[in-house]
């Protein structure tokens, strides 16, 4: 008895090891050179033991095999293959993009378990990928960006507002973490785009919205924990499907749109937004309200977390970079006098210093590790010297967006801050996106539907902090940053709290700036740690039964 119980105790860790050792030899078979992955582990531990942000291995595997057009590699047991030469990078998003026309996540979220999420184009793939971008892509035009950028004018307004309450009276010192005064701009604006509601970020302690817009983003454990199971044994997806936003969230989001929805049809009010698009189509097509809802909650979770972290990263930079702060705030300057004291749609896209700012910030501090996309039938890339390298069918294929971004061979100095470099005179960040390395929206046809809107957005921002504040970086921050492994993008692990000291430019201030002898005593003043202020309400707000917002009207 003994015996017999032994020899199924041997067979099944003989089974188990074979199931986890099987695909081990793959990418010698196919003469593509890699790592050696470890038991269980793969070459990616990170996802496992989230010791480190998975960026880490990634970027070892990128800097380990710098000579090779591909790295073969193992993510747990699965095989996936890391593209590094920029040509092959651009046959994967654009030239062969047949074949690759799959995110990775796509067919991990189930219509019936996430009915939003399986609506946004990001998880989609095929036929319904294509009618689902088709749908949006309409709302993203000029013009109504353009009408969009004035109802990110009264966020702004409130945001300036809230930073100056939270200034000490004395210091006029205003400590605050950045991300978060970040992501309350962002979700302002976003909800009043999409839900034409006021979510009162920058008036309310906790306000529901927001919270529910954490809840969306806060599936990180949920899809950290797909990503871990769906590489271990890729077959799970067929017969388990994982819930990524909750269902009160998911009701939620329903409840507004249809209110919006119901709200402005009620009272016939007329504003070119997102929700006015989203009308439209429903009267073309007879979209289901649902269908609505999914495309209100895509623009809200893809517009909020990617913008106010991409913000928070500019603010950041500019606090580093007091010399770039100061040459923007004097375009601005510049900018206000030619337009008559205030600034054009035209002419906040068209400042040429504010475009490199961004595009630094977003190769300096990509937003993503890595892109993933799935191989939708099996496939031959040329390399460089004429070299094959095929791909299977099913394959992962990623992207490694952090490194090329990092990479001296791409980017001389990269570790350097140099916004010029994305300059018109130097060819701008079209010469360095034809080199296939500077995608942080992605590239070819699944390239990112707003990116318009979030330049829109970011910069609207950025003009309203520079012009009226000065930053600085205060004291207690780390650095360099370590990635934060709980989050799926790229965020720093420190508490971003006390990242910053936001300045109100009153003339006292100017005064001192203007002065060199007195310069050193601001240089104190900002090492010193401010206590944060408790920000105290000063204004009543219309609250609307049901979820504490209020609409807005035109
Ligand atoms: C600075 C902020 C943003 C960054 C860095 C960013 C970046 C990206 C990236 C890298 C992708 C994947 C592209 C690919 O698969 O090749 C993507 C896709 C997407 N983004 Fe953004 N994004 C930002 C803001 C936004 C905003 C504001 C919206 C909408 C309001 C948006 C909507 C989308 C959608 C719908 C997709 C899926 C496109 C598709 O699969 O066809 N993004 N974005």
Not at 529 to 552: F, H, Q
Request: charged residues 25%; hydrophobic residues 40%; contains cysteine.
């Amino acid at each position: 008895m003994l015996l017999i119980l032994l020899g199924i105790g041997v067979t099944f860790v003989a089974l188990v090891y074979l199931f986890l050792t099987w695909e081990f030899g793959h990418w010698e078979k196919y003469d593509i050179k890699g790592p050696k992955p470890r038991l269980l582990l793969g070459n990616i531990p990170n996802l496992l033991t989230r010791k480190r942000h998975i960026v880490y291995n990634y970027d070892a595997i990128y800097n380990d095999y710098k000579n090779e057009p591909v790295v073969g590699y193992y993510s747990v047991r699965t095989p996936q293959l890391m593209i590094r030469d920029p040509e092959l990078i651009k046959e994967v998003l654009s030239k062969s993009f047949h074949n690759f026309a799959a995110n990775d996540f796509s067919d991990t979220v189930d219509e019936k378990s996430d009915p939003l999420l399986a609506r946004n184009p990001f998880s989609l793939s095929g036929e319904k990928w294509k009618n689902r971008r088709a749908e949006i892509t309409p709302g993203f035009t000029n013009n109504r960006i353009k009408a969009m950028a004035h109802l990110m004018d009264e966020v702004c307004a409130h945001m300036t507002k809230y930073v100056k309450n939270q200034a000490s009276s004395s210091s006029g010192v205003a400590t605050l973490d950045a991300k978060e005064l970040m992501a309350k701009y962002t979700t302002d604006v976003v909800a009043s785009c999409i839900f034409a509601i006021d979510a009162q970020s920058f008036e309310k302690e906790n306000p529901e919205i927001r919270e529910m817009g954490k809840r969306i983003m806060n599936f990180n454990f949920v899809v950290q924990l797909a990503l871990f199971v769906t590489t271990f044994c890729p077959s799970v997806k067929n017969f388990y499907r994982f819930t990524f936003i909750p269902k009160d969230t998911e009701q939620f989001f329903i409840r507004i749109m249809q209110d919006a929805i119901r709200y402005r049809k009620e009272n016939n009010i007329n504003r070119t937004d997102f929700l006015d698009h989203l009308l439209q189509l429903q009267e073309r097509k007879q979209i289901t309200d649902i269908d609505i809802a999914g495309h209100g909650v895509s623009f809200f979770a893809d517009g909020f977390e990617t913008s106010s972290i991409v913000l928070t990263y500019v603010l950041y930079d500019l606090a580093k970079h007091s010399d770039i702060q100061q040459e923007l705030r004097e375009d601005i300057r510049k900018a206000k006098e030619v337009g008559g004291g205030s600034m054009s749609y035209e002419q906040l896209v068209e400042m040429p210093l504010l475009e490199q700012i961004l595009c630094e910030t977003m190769r300096i501090h990509p937003l993503l590790a890595v892109m993933s996309k799935r191989c939708t039938d099996d496939t031959t890339l040329v390399g460089p010297k004429d070299r094959k390298i095929f791909v299977k069918k099913g394959t992962t294929v990623v992207l490694p967006y952090y490194s090329i971004s990092l990479d001296p061979d791409h980017f001389t100095d990269p570790h350097k801050y140099d916004p010029s470099r994305f300059s018109a005179e130097n060819g701008g960040s079209k010469l360095y996106r034809e080199r296939g390395v500077y995608f942080p929206f992605g590239d070819g046809p699944r390239m990112c539907l707003g990116m318009r809107f979030a330049f829109t957005q970011v910069k609207r921002a950025v003009v309203e902090i520079v012009e009226r504040f000065t930053l600085s970086v205060n004291s207690k921050t780390i650095e360099p940053f370590e990635m934060n492994p709980e989050q799926f993008m790229l965020m720093p692990k420190v508490t971003v709290h006390t990242l910053f000291i936001l300045f109100p430019r009153s003339l006292l201030f100017r005064l001192l700036f203007l002065m060199p002898s007195v310069n050193d005593d601001v240089t104190k003043l900002f090492a010193n740690d401010e206590p944060v202020v408790n920000w105290m309400a000063t204004a009543t707000m219309k609250i609307k039964p049901g979820y504490g917002l209020s609409a807005i009207d035109a």
